[in-house]
C-alpha cells in the first residue's frame, strides 16, 4: 500500500465514522428525509379502503348553510347525539372542544341583556344542561386540547394496567389542557386528546400519538377512546420493554391489540379519502329524520363529530398528500385498527441503519481506494438498488418502515470523497504531466488537444490572426555586460512578466526566440475581437515593463532602463502543427507573420514601442493612435502604413490627447508638403505629447529624418481610416 493510498484510506474511514456518528444522532434532515421516503411508499400502495362500523359526522358547508353558522347552540348538539343514539352508534367522540358556556343559551343570553330581572333568567332553559342530560349515561367520548397556560388536566375514565417496565414516561409530555364543562365532562363516558402531532413542525401527520403523560398519569387519545368506550372495556393493558422504563411496545384496547412506536405512536397507514366515510350532519338532523340509509349506516358504527368547513380550519395533510378533515385522521386510525393493518418502525431499525452505513462505507472506501472508481460506482449502484428493494419488499409485506436513503445518501458521499481523493491526490502524476506541457502551450490549446483527436496530427488550416512580435531593445549591449546565468535570469523575469499578458488576453503564446516573444490571436479557437486583444496585451506589456524599471526588478540599478519593441498586424496565416511526426510544434507562418516581426524591428527606427499596422488599426477604432507614416518593410513591394499606439480608450478620450492629435495632423501635412512650418510643429507635438505619454520624444524627435515616410501614402489608406 502506498502512502497516498494509506492517507486516502484513513480519511475515508473519518468520513465513514462521521456519517455513523451524524446518523446515530439523526438530525432534523435525516428525519424529514425518512418521513418523504415512507411518504412515496404509501402514494404507490396505499392502504385498501374496506367498509368499516366507522362514520364521519361532518359539520359541513351544506350543514353551515342549512343551520347557520359555526358554533351551533348546544341543544342542537344534544339533538344530534339524542338521533346518533337512536339509530344505535357504539360510541360517538367529538373532535370539538366545549371548553366555554353556550353564549347561544337563553339563559345566558337573557341574563347579559340590560334590565331584565335575573329571577326570569333562572327559568330559562340552559343549553349546556340540556347537552350534558343527552350524553349522560350514552357512549359518548368528548375531546380536549392542549393548552399552554395554567396546569389543569382532565380526569381519566378508563384504568391501566402495565406488563414489563412502566412505560408513563414514554409520550409526549401534557402539560395542560383546556377544561372542559364540568357537567360535560363529569357525564361524558370517555374523554381523549384531539392533537394529532403536537410538538411535530411538519404539516403532514404521519403517526399519531396514542397517549400523553404528565409523568405520572396517561391519558388517551380520541381514537382509542372510541374504541375503548365502543367495546364497553374499562382499562388499557400497555405493554413496555421487558428491561428498560420509559418504552411503549404495543397497546391492548378490548379485544385490539395495537403495535406502537417506543414513544406510544402509531403509524397512520392511509386510505385515499373516500366520501363513504363521511355522513353530513345536515342528514341526521333533518326535520323529517335520518334516511334508512343513513341510519343503517349509523347503526353498530363508531361516530366521529367534527368539521370539513373551510372556514373551521381543522384541514390536515396526510402521507398521500390529500388535505383532509382533522376528525377523519381519528376515524381512519380506528379503520386501521380493526383492519389490523399496521405500519410498524422496530427498534432495531435504527441500529440496522447504523450499521449498515458503517460497513457499506468501509466496504465503498477500500473498492475505491484499491479497486478502481468505476468498480466502486458499480458498487455503490447495486448497494443502493438493493437497499430500495429490501425496503420496500418489507413495506410491502411485512408493513416494515426501514429508510433506504440514509445508507444510500451516506454511502454517495463516501464514494464522492474517496474518488476526489484519488483523482486529486493519488493520480495526480497525471495532473503534473499536464502542468509540465501547460508551461510550453496555452490553456486554450491544450484544452484543444484535450478534447479533439485529431488535434496532434500535422498540417494547418488558413485562418485570419492577429500576430504580435515582442524584442528587448539593446539586448547584445545586455548580454555583453553580465554572466550568462544573470542573462538567463534576465531574460526569465522579463519574459514570465510580459508573456502572462499573452493568455491573460486570451492569445497563444507561440515561441520564445532569445530575447523575443512571438505571440498570435484567434487560434486554435476563435477569439472574438482578436485585434483588440492583441492591443490590449501590448498595453499591458507597456506598463509592467515600467513597473519592474521602477523597483529595478532586473538588479540592473535605477539608472539602467530595459525596454521592449511590439509590432502587431493581422492578416491571413497557416496555423497548425508544424514539424515530424514524432516532433512538432503548434505555429502559424505565412505573410501576416512576416509583416508582424517587420514591424517590431521598425520600432528602432521610428523611436517608439508599439506599433500596428493598418489592417490592426481598422479594427480597433477606439484606442488612442497615431500616423507613423508608410514604412518600406524587407520583402514588400510597397511601403506599409503603421500606426503607433499611444494609450487606449481612457487616453483617447482625454482633452491631452485631442489636442496631440489635432497637432500631429498638422505635422503629417506639414512632412507631406515640405513645409517649412514643420520644425515648429515637432516642438509643438513634443510639448503635446508630454502631457500624454513619456515615449513620444523620441518619436517626435526621429520624425524629421523620416519624412519621406509621410509622402507616399498607401492605395486606399486614407478610404480605410475614414470608414
Not at 282 to 310: H, K, N
Not at 452 to 458: C, E, G, M, Q, T
Request: with cysteine; proline share 5%; glycine share 8%.
Amino acid at each position: 500500500m502506498t502512502r497516498a493510498q494509506q492517507i486516502g484510506v484513513v480519511l475515508g474511514l473519518a468520513i465513514v465514522t462521521a456519517l455513523t456518528i451524524l446518523r446515530a444522532s439523526d438530525p432534523g434532515i435525516f428525519k424529514l428525509i425518512r418521513g418523504v421516503t415512507f411518504d412515496e411508499y404509501q402514494r404507490l400502495v396505499p392502504r385498501t379502503f374496506e367498509p368499516m362500523p366507522v362514520r364521519v359526522i361532518d359539520i359541513d358547508e351544506a350543514s353551515l348553510h342549512e343551520f347557520g353558522q359555526w358554533p351551533w347552540p348546544r341543544d342542537r348538539m344534544a339533538l344530534l347525539v339524542n338521533r346518533l343514539s337512536e339509530m344505535g352508534a357504539s360510541a360517538i367522540a367529538f373532535d370539538i372542544l366545549f371548553a366555554e358556556p353556550d353564549r347561544l343559551s337563553p339563559r345566558n343570553v337573557v341574563r347579559d341583556v340590560a334590565g331584565v330581572d335575573p329571577s326570569l333568567a333562572e327559568k330559562l332553559p340552559d343549553n349546556d344542561e340540556i347537552f350534558a342530560r343527552s350524553i349522560a349515561e350514552k357512549p359518548i367520548v368528548l375531546g380536549f386540547g392542549l393548552s399552554n397556560e395554567g396546569n389543569y388536566r382532565p380526569p381519566v375514565k378508563a384504568g391501566f394496567a402495565f406488563t414489563g417496565e412502566s412505560p408513563v414516561s414514554a409520550p409526549p409530555y401534557l402539560g395542560a389542557s383546556t377544561p372542559l364543562r364540568p357537567q360535560l365532562e363529569a357525564n361524558a363516558a370517555g374523554l381523549g386528546h384531539i392533537s394529532l402531532n403536537p410538538g411535530n413542525p411538519s404539516p403532514v401527520v404521519r403517526a399519531v400519538p396514542l397517549f400523553l403523560t404528565d409523568g405520572e398519569q396517561l391519558y388517551p387519545n380520541l381514537a382509542i377512546e372510541a374504541l375503548r368506550v365502543a367495546q364497553g372495556a374499562s382499562t388499557y393493558v400497555l405493554s413496555g420493554a421487558p428491561d428498560r422504563a420509559g418504552i411503549m411496545t404495543s397497546v391492548k384496547i378490548g379485544d385490539f391489540v395495537v403495535p406502537l412506536t417506543a414513544a406510544g405512536e402509531l403509524w397512520l397507514y392511509v386510505t385515499p379519502d373516500r366520501a363513504e366515510r363521511y355522513i353530513s350532519a345536515r342528514q341526521v338532523l333533518a326535520a323529517e329524520g335520518a334516511s334508512p340509509d343513513v341510519a343503517a349506516a349509523i347503526d353498530g358504527s363508531i361516530v366521529f363529530v367534527g368539521t370539513s368547513a373551510a372556514g373551521l380550519q381543522d384541514i390536515r395533510v396526510t402521507a398521500l398528500g390529500e388535505n383532509v378533515p382533522g376528525v377523519s385522521l381519528h376515524a381512519q386510525a380506528v379503520e386501521q385498527i380493526l383492519s389490523g393493518r399496521f405500519l410498524s418502525r422496530p427498534d432495531w431499525a435504527d441500529g440496522l441503519e447504523i450499521l449498515m452505513i458503517a460497513v457499506l462505507g468501509c466496504l465503498l472506501v477500500g473498492v475505491t481506494t484499491f479497486v478502481s472508481p468505476a468498480v466502486a460506482l458499480a458498487c455503490g449502484l447495486l448497494i443502493t438498488a438493493m437497499a430500495l428493494v429490501a425496503s420496500w419488499l418489507s413495506f410491502l409485506y411485512a408493513g416494515l418502515l426501514l429508510d433506504p436513503l440514509a445508507p444510500i445518501i451516506s454511502g454517495s458521499i463516501t464514494h464522492f470523497a474517496s474518488t476526489s481523493f484519488r483523482i486529486l491526490v493519488i493520480d495526480r502524476e497525471r495532473r503534473e504531466v499536464r502542468r509540465a506541457f501547460g508551461h510550453y502551450l496555452s490553456p486554450s490549446l491544450l484544452h484543444r488537444i484535450e478534447h479533439s483527436r485529431d488535434a496532434l496530427r500535422l498540417g494547418g488550416d488558413d485562418r485570419e490572426l492577429t500576430v504580435m512580435f515582442v524584442d528587448v531593445r539593446s539586448f547584445t549591449e545586455i548580454s555583453e555586460r553580465l554572466a550568462p546565468t544573470a542573462v538567463v535570469a534576465f531574460l526569465n523575469t522579463l519574459l514570465d512578466a510580459l508573456s502572462r499578458h499573452v493568455v491573460a488576453n486570451e492569445g497563444t503564446l507561440d515561441k520564445f526566440i532569445g530575447d523575443s516573444i512571438m505571440a498570435f490571436w484567434n487560434a486554435p479557437v476563435d477569439v472574438a475581437d482578436h485585434e483588440i486583444k492583441a492591443v490590449r496585451a501590448a498595453l499591458a506589456m507597456r506598463e509592467t515593463l515600467a513597473e519592474l524599471n521602477a523597483g529595478d526588478a532586473f538588479g540592473f540599478g535605477f539608472g539602467q532602463q530595459v525596454g521592449i519593441g511590439i509590432g502587431i498586424h493581422t492578416g491571413l496565416a497557416c496555423v497548425g502543427n508544424m514539424g515530424a511526426k514524432t516532433r512538432f510544434n503548434y505555429s502559424a507562418v505565412g505573410d501576416a507573420v512576416n509583416v508582424a516581426a517587420r514591424l517590431e524591428s521598425c520600432c528602432k527606427e521610428v523611436g517608439f514601442d508599439i506599433l500596428i499596422s493598418d489592417s490592426t488599426a481598422r479594427s480597433v477604432p477606439g484606442m488612442a493612435l497615431i500616423e507613423a507614416g508608410a514604412i518600406p518593410l524587407k520583402g514588400k513591394s510597397s511601403r506599409t502604413q503603421i500606426l503607433a499606439v499611444v494609450g487606449d480608450e481612457r487616453v483617447a478620450a482625454s482633452a491631452e490627447f485631442a489636442a496631440l492629435a489635432v497637432v500631429h495632423e498638422q505635422l503629417t501635412q506639414a512632412l507631406h508638403s515640405h513645409s517649412k512650418n514643420t520644425r515648429k510643429l515637432i516642438g509643438t507635438a513634443k510639448l503635446r505629447a508630454a502631457q500624454v505619454i513619456g515615449g513620444l520624444a523620441e518619436f517626435y524627435q526621429r520624425i524629421s529624418g523620416r519624412s519621406d515616410h509621410f509622402r507616399e501614402v498607401p492605395d486606399g489608406f486614407e478610404k480605410s481610416v475614414a470608414d
